[in-house]
């Protein structure tokens, strides 16, 4: 009788530690996942040589592969086989992004400008939807060329801009979406980053770092 009690015990205290629930934040019983099996790993997919991917038949638009040479998953976009990824990134959905500028940069804005989002593709092009920056005043105040532009590499006008005009406080502010200045000026270029820059020339003085902020998203031109 005093094995068969303990050996319920064992089997008890077992079953305890496969269900823990002190580790489980959502309560209920826990359970450990000892499997390999991934929703988009190499065993959750239809493995295929890159070689021979372009001649699956019966494959829909958003039918998915894992491409096993070079170790990614592909989506099929309807015409061809892409990067999962490549292909998240490159749909029309708000996405954000941020760049500090040092000092030593923002003294050499207009002659080196700098990207804050990489250019997204051939056929996309990247619409800034709002922008705003923030220096943290140290010592030295920017003055000449204080015009801050976000633009993208090749286009004529800038999509948005703001100041960092002679200030000697801290200084946080949105900035302003900038109007074409001709018919025949661009904005939107084809797979081309979006730039952050200084108009007319490089600022003199000042010690403060920059940091912009953008909210954006691609485009399918």
Known sequence: MKKLILFVLLIASFGATAQNQDVNPYGGIYY????????????????????????????????????????VVIVYDGTAWVDLAWSYSNSAIVRQASLTIATADVLHLNTTPLTIVAAPGAGYAIEVISASMKMVYVSATYSTNTTLELITAGATNRQAETQIKNSASTIRRFADATTL?????????DNAALNVTVASGDPTAGDSDITVYVTYR????
Request: hydrophobic share 35%.
């Open 32 to 71: 450990n996942d000892n499997s390999n099996y991934r929703m988009y790993g190499a065993n959750g997919l239809p493995r295929t040589d890159h070689a021979n991917i372009d001649t699956l038949t019966n494959v829909l638009k958003g039918d998915l592969r894992f491409d096993t040479l070079n170790s």
């Open 181 to 189: 200045a001709s018919a025949t000026a661009t904005q939107l270029v």
């Open 218 to 221: 691609i485009i399918t031109l």
